[in-house]
């Protein structure tokens, strides 16, 4: 049982290139979340997905699309970076519980690079 | 507007010296509180739920408690391996799975 997998761990991308990060989880979790983590402003929500064939907006999404084909991966697409998009990037997932608990299980990130 | 306010930014404290982190929270209602551990270069690793005022849990060291603003993440005679940023969040009534709303950490250094 891995959890939560993200590729790739690092990358560096220049200026108006474009790249996907793909997140895997072998839970069975309904629910799936792409954030990004920059230094004193916490996480935030960039995209997430309720199930296989659904996507959503976040608090952040420009500049970013997402795709929920099979309910095990959600991928996270940079169509072309910016400078701006230099972060960190966590996939998270989500059982709905009988109680409603949303805790999310994270994985490792993926430390991206815009220059 | 909902808001997840932690304090303070960073705590350093000596083997063996207890304290608490504050997590102070501002939303519409809520369905849940959560607590997460970071450790450097890794992804949040989830420690709590806390659902109602008066709701506490443990797990080693740890304890956290709930009242109707805030929530406490109490540190009883840590060890350095207890160093870690440590992550509130908060889901609010009336919202879809969407609107968790992190705050931005406590950094605790723990010395030996």
């Known amino acids: 049982n891995a959890g939560v997998t993200q590729t790739p761990k690092f990358r560096v991308l220049k200026t108006g290139q474009s790249m996907t990060l793909l997140c895997a989880q072998d839970?069975?979790?309904?629910?799936m979340y792409w954030y990004r983590q920059d230094p004193g402003m916490g996480l935030r929500l960039i995209h997430y997905s309720v199930g296989e064939g659904t996507t959503a907006k976040g608090e952040v999404p420009d500049g970013y699309n997402v795709s929920r084909l099979k309910k095990q991966n959600f991928l996270l697409g940079l169509e072309s970076a910016a400078p701006s998009q230099t972060s960190v990037y966590f996939c998270a997932s989500t059982l709905l519980g009988a109680d409603g608990g949303y805790e999310q299980y994270f994985g490792p990130g993926t430390r991206l690079t815009v220059t | 507007e909902d808001q997840v306010t932690q304090s303070p930014e960073a705590l350093r404290l000596q083997e063996g010296e207890s304290s608490s982190l504050n997590c102070s929270y501002t939303?519409?209602?809520?369905?849940?509180l959560f607590w997460y551990r970071q450790d450097p270069g890794k992804g949040p690793e989830f420690l709590f739920t806390?659902?109602?005022a008066g709701e506490e849990k443990e797990k080693e060291r740890l304890k956290a408690t709930l009242t109707k603003k805030e929530s406490f993440l109490h540190i009883t005679a840590p060890k350095p391996e207890d160093s870690a940023t440590y992550l509130c969040?908060?889901?609010?009534?009336?919202?879809?799975?969407?609107?968790?709303?992190f705050g931005s950490g406590t950094r605790l250094s723990i010395r030996p």
């Open positions: 806390l659902y109602s």
């Open positions: 969040a908060v889901h609010s009534s009336g919202s879809s799975a969407s609107k968790i709303i």
């Open positions: 839970m069975n979790h309904e629910y």
């Open positions: 939303v519409s209602g809520l369905r849940g």
